[in-house]
């Protein structure tokens, strides 16, 4: 049953294209995350001080939120293509703009649920006191909800990094393309999907249990407690 030949030691001429693969992962994950945050938190603060841009803007949301990410990235790979847009837009690139366009449709959802589970008091008080609009919402609102974003933003961020390994699909040499790559050269699958997992596994699982922690905190500290 588990007459299987490992050679770990066949990979190991390929350790340098592990490392590039993994700091192209990091590349996407890091550059996905702030286009997805920016456009997200931005589209979210309009939806809710918007009453047009609500209405025309939640129905893209929902769709966006409808779509599997791959299905994004490769309808971005053939969209951002020469015949269609007039120019080639790198694959590196795609991928952000896809994946983060998906991503920023939850982070828009989570902006304005956050801004909206604000205690309207707070928000009365602060206009009672004389404050602006704009006031209100960058001292009163925008604290509150950061708050209440910081866990649920965290695990995106988490997921981001993993939906990295979509980007093999559109020939970005990322962690899993170069997986692919090195199990043509070695003829060693297992082994090699072993080592992937061990790398997501090291980076992730860490992510996760501090996420996790400063989960348990921000509760204690707004006097909620763990449940």
Request: hydrophobic share 55%; net charge neutral.
């Amino acid at each position: 049953m588990f007459a299987y030949d490992w050679h770990f030691d066949r990979l190991a001429p390929y350790a340098q294209a592990f490392v590039s693969g993994l700091e192209y992962s990091i590349a996407l994950a890091i550059c996905t995350i702030l286009f997805s945050t920016t456009l997200g938190v931005l589209w979210g603060i309009a939806i809710r001080r918007s009453e047009v841009f609500r209405i025309l803007a939640t129905p893209v949301i929902d769709i966006l939120k409808s779509l599997p990410p791959l299905v994004v990235v490769l309808f971005g790979y053939f969209f951002f293509a020469q015949n269609v847009v007039g120019v080639s837009v790198p694959a590196f690139v795609t991928f952000v703009i896809a994946l983060g366009v998906n991503q920023a449709a939850f982070i828009a959802d989570l902006t304005r649920a956050a801004a909206t589970n604000v205690p309207h008091e707070l928000v009365e008080l602060g206009e009672a006191l004389g404050l602006s609009e704009s006031r209100v919402l960058r001292k009163v609102v925008a604290p509150i909800a950061i708050r209440e974003m910081i866990a649920p933003l965290s695990y995106l961020w988490i997921d981001a990094l993993k939906l990295t390994s979509l980007a093999s699909v559109i020939n970005v040499r990322e962690m899993v393309y170069v997986a692919q790559d090195v199990i043509t050269r070695s003829s060693r699958s297992l082994e090699v999907w072993v080592i992937v997992s061990l790398i997501y596994i090291a980076i992730i699982w860490p992510a996760t249990f501090l996420v996790r922690h400063m989960e348990i905190r921000l509760k204690r500290t707004a006097g909620l407690g763990e449940r």
